[in-house]
Nanobody
């Protein structure tokens, strides 16, 4: 399974970004997909997840601002991030597991700064 994350960048406080993660090498519609993030000097933390049938869960710290979604026709999972603040600065990773193996995308950098 290959995961390719994109959509990060530099954004001002209060701004928005839509992160994308394109998957290949497996039947995407069957995959449980997640987003994690890792800020400098911090542990990687779970942000959101979406099941194969579209049920979602989101971390409490971003619950009212971030939304995970998927497009099975495009084999892509998205993370819509709104009302971004400096505390959201991190590398964002997509993640999945297939038959006991874990797969990570390469990460996309989100920097929130004025």
């Amino acid at each position: 399974v290959q995961l390719q994350a994109s959509g990060g960048g530099l954004v001002q406080p209060g701004g928005s970004l839509r992160l994308s993660c394109a998957a290949s090498g497996s039947t995407f519609s069957n995959l449980f997909m997640e987003w994690y993030r890792q800020a400098p000097g911090e542990q990687r933390e779970w942000v959101a997840s979406i099941t194969s049938i579209g049920a979602t869960s989101t971390a409490g710290s971003v619950k009212d601002r971030f939304t995970i979604s998927r497009d099975n026709a495009k084999s892509t999972v998205y993370l819509q991030t709104n009302s971004l603040g400096p505390e959201d600065t991190a590398v964002y990773y997509c993640h999945t597991r297939v038959q006991g193996y874990t797969y990570w995308g390469q990460g996309t950098q989100v920097t929130v700064s004025s």
